[in-house]
């Protein structure tokens, strides 16, 4: 077997998916070194993650690809729920996100294109996937981990350098895990992917000419013993259909004729298709990883969590993940924090899918159980008072909060080790993403330069330099915010990730003896 010289770099991410490709871009962007391999030789050409949430979108946004994704997406303005065929109600859930971000619209794109425009962005910025590699074995000495991969044959119609069973060595200071449920990084470092598998089997097509559907909305419908979820993907009858499979449905060997699928959806919900340009079935799980670090070693993504599509929260937790991943360790390798900076990755993230696995698996049980309370809230509860309650619960909720659930807007991490008290935790904005000022006073553009900064809103112009300049910080002056939440006596320390790290006093700053920076500030830079 022949073996290639070792390669090094700062970061290995094995990977190449949207978590993996997210991962690199931003490591790219922030002048880390990195290689980036994975085991296919290509992106995906089938994909079951569809939608990108407004944070998602926002973190594009960062890396100059927003308009790339914009050009591309299926747009949705609502979602719309419906029994059997019939129209219960819609939410307006593009109403609901205006003011809260730039990206209101729930954005469709399949993950394969995410996937390619990721690639090529990391192609633009000099850096390309090596295609092709498996890994297969960690070998951790000191300050480095050296990863050892071989070489796949590539299949019909593809290429790669190098033969068939070659291994390859890359020695890195560390290494993403972005591999997919079936993670080798994860499984190499003994992390154990604790939860359950589903029992039941989905089925998902790329149907052509779909007649039957609400155009331009995420169709959620309903019958007593079935769902049926559709979602636009830009062009007129162009949508992507997924459903409940029953064991009576599996022909000889566990497979699922397509026909009986069409059948069965014109029949419960006169919803059909003229053609399908792939169709398949999958199994779903519910898992998290008993940790996201292992020494020099981390998982994102589904490496690190996997639960059901409700929502369509998975592809975009796992680009969340990347990003304040990738953002942390360009904080380590190239701002000299020190290493425990990166523990704040398994401290914010893990409790993020936790909380999402936990909340996906029971309302996905909810709309899959057999049983006769499900069935008859199913039929009957559904149709009787869906109307209403698509009318009543937003307002009980808040549109914005629902839209922040659902877009990821509204996660908090904890800056500090002390417990936020109650105040706090109501009315400040130390820990949650910072807060979109809206289109006439855009702040988010203050944040495509991913470094730490310092932001004033109608704070004295002279004090935000002068703190900034001591820190060998970006500042940026803005206009008072209207909603008042960003407040004017403050002055706020904003990640690269886009989150406030912490908040000072103006008068505080005022009387400080010259030299000196907020407290709260140093705190979160050394660490």
């Known amino acids: 077997m022949a073996e290639s010289e070792t390669l090094r770099t700062d970061v290995l991410v094995v990977g190449a998916g949207p978590s993996g490709l997210m991962a690199a871009n931003v490591l790219a962007k922030l002048g880390v070194d990195a290689i980036i391999a994975d085991g296919k030789h290509g992106p995906t050409r089938e994909s079951r993650a569809l939608v990108v949430q407004a944070r998602s979108m926002e973190l594009y946004d960062q890396l100059g690809l927003a308009e790339r994704v914009v050009a591309q997406r299926g747009e949705a303005i609502g979602a719309v729920l419906a029994f059997r065929h019939r129209v219960l109600g819609r939410v307006p859930l593009r109403e609901f996100g205006r003011g809260t971000t730039p990206f209101p619209e729930i954005t469709v794109l399949e993950q394969s294109r995410n996937e390619r425009i990721l690639v090529d962005a990391l192609a633009e910025r000099g850096r390309d996937v090596l295609w092709g590699l498996r890994l297969v074995a960690l070998e951790r000495t000191g300050a480095c981990v050296t990863a050892v991969f071989e070489r796949n044959e590539p299949g019909e119609g593809q290429h790669a350098a190098g033969g068939p069973g070659e291994t390859v ?14 993670s080798a990084v994860r499984e190499l470092s003994g992390i154990r992917f604790e939860g359950a598998t589903n029992e039941h089997t989905f089925f998902v097509a790329d149907a052509i000419g779909a007649t039957g559907l609400v155009e331009g909305h995420v169709n959620i419908r309903m019958a007593p013993d079935d769902i049926l979820l559709s979602f636009p993907m830009g ?7 997924i459903g409940l499979v029953r064991d009576a449905d599996l022909g000889d060997g566990g497979t699922l004729p397509e026909g009986l699928v069409r059948s069965r959806i014109a029949r419960g919900f006169t919803v059909g298709y003229r053609s399908s340009t792939w169709f398949a079935t999958y199994r779903l799980h519910h898992r998290v990883a008993e940790r996201f670090r292992e020494g020099r070693c981390f998982v994102v993504g589904d490496a690190a969590h996997i639960h059901s599509p409700v929502g369509g929260q998975g592809m975009n937790t796992g680009l969340q993940d990347a990003h304040n991943l990738a953002c942390a360790l360009a904080d380590v390798l190239v701002g000299r924090m020190p290493d425990r900076r990166l523990d704040r990755y398994e401290a914010e993230r893990r409790p993020v899918a936790r909380k999402l696995v936990t909340t996906t698996d029971r309302l996905f049980g909810f709309v899959t159980s057999e049983s006769g309370l499900s069935h008859f809230i199913r039929g009957r509860a559904v149709p009787a008072m869906g109307p209403a309650a698509v009318r009543v619960l937003p307002r009980l909720i808040g549109g914005r909060k629902l839209f922040g ?19 706090q935790v109501r009315d400040d904005v130390v820990g949650k993403r910072l807060r979109y000022t809206g289109d006439d006073a855009p702040n988010f553009a203050a944040l495509r330069s991913m470094r730490w900064q310092v932001h004033g809103y109608g704070a004295p112009d002279d004090l935000v330099t002068r703190v900034a300049d001591r ?35 103006v008068a505080a700053g005022r009387r400080a003896p010259a030299g000196t920076v907020p407290a709260s500030f140093r705190e979160q830079l050394d660490g």
């Open 169 to 182: 060595r890359v020695e890195a200071r560390y290494v993403i895990g972005a591999d997919g449920a079936h």
């Open 235 to 241: 062009e007129a009858g162009h949508a992507r259909i």
């Open 405 to 423: 659930f659902l877009s990821q807007t509204r996660i908090r991490y904890r800056m500090s080790p002390e417990p936020p008290s109650r105040s």
């Open 471 to 505: 820190l060998g910080l970006e500042h940026h002056v803005l206009p008072p915010a209207s909603d008042g939440r960003l407040r004017s006596d403050r002055l706020y320390l904003v990640r690269p990730d886009g989150f406030v790290a912490a908040e000072a006093s």
